[in-house]
Structure formats: C-alpha cells, structure tokens
C-alpha cells in the first residue's frame, strides 16, 4: 500500500491544495477531540420539578407533533 506522502503526490495540485485546507482545519484546536460536558445535567428539575422523565418525554413528543404556527 502506498504511504500517504506518496498519495498525495499523485493528486492533482488543486487536489493537493484542498489536502492541505483540510489538514489545517483538523488540527485547529476547536476541532481537537473533547470530552463531552454534562452542564445540562439537572437543568429539567429546574424548569419543570413537577414532571418525572417519563412525563417529559411525553410532553417533547407532544411538541413535537404540534404544528408549527
């Protein structure tokens, strides 16, 4: 199999530079790999405490089938 040098000499140089746009935008930081956050963790009790998971997700659902005005 080819090394990856090798295959990117074979591309065109258009195709070469969209290699190189590409290599730079992986390895900005905001596209480095992050552990997810779990700030949202909670939030439901503080908008609606009365209702339990189950009555939430009906609820989305609900929503969810409503027309949009």
Not at 40 to 46: I, L, M, S
Not at 49 to 59: A, C, G, R, T
Request: hydrophobic content about 40%; proline content about 7%.
């Amino acid at each position: 199999m080819q090394d990856l040098a090798e295959k990117i000499r074979l591309l065109t140089p258009e195709q070469q530079q969209l290699i190189g746009e590409l290599v730079e935008m992986l390895s900005r930081s905001s596209m480095a790999p992050r552990l997810p956050r779990l700030n949202w963790v909670g939030k439901a009790q503080e908008i609606a405490p009365h209702l339990d998971s189950v009555e939430l997700q009906h609820l989305i659902s609900k929503w969810r089938c409503e027309p949009h005005s």
